[in-house]
């Protein structure tokens, strides 16, 4: 299957393998290794439908509460409370 041209930026797509992040209420969801037709220019990635149907079925397992995920650690930053915070520890983040 040819994997065509990126809708955004028109660069050559590229066979490859992506992540999918979805937020459930206070979970955060991280479907790993899909593969996908991944924008070398631009990063947009695309599935097939049968990709598609796998990442739905795994949803609505996880909504159901049928899925087992694995514990993950995530990092969650709320962009309003650095911008909020008073003291210069965060004065690190204004490097980034
Ligand atoms: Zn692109």
Redesign the pocket.
């Known amino acids: 299957m040819d994997p065509g041209e990126?809708?955004?930026?028109?660069?050559k797509?590229r066979e490859g393998i992506t992540e999918f992040v979805a937020r459930v209420g206070e979970q955060v969801v991280v479907i790993k290794n899909i593969p996908a037709f991944v924008?070398?220019?631009?990063?947009?990635s695309y599935y097939s439908i049968d990709t598609q149907r796998k990442i739905d079925r795994i949803m609505e397992a996880f909504h159901d509460g049928r899925l087992l995920a694995k514990p993950l650690a995530a990092g969650e930053v709320d962009l309003k409370a650095l911008e909020a915070c008073p003291t210069t520890s965060c004065a690190a983040i204004e490097d980034l």
């Open positions: 990126c809708l955004l930026c028109k660069s797509m924008c070398p220019n631009c990063g947009e």
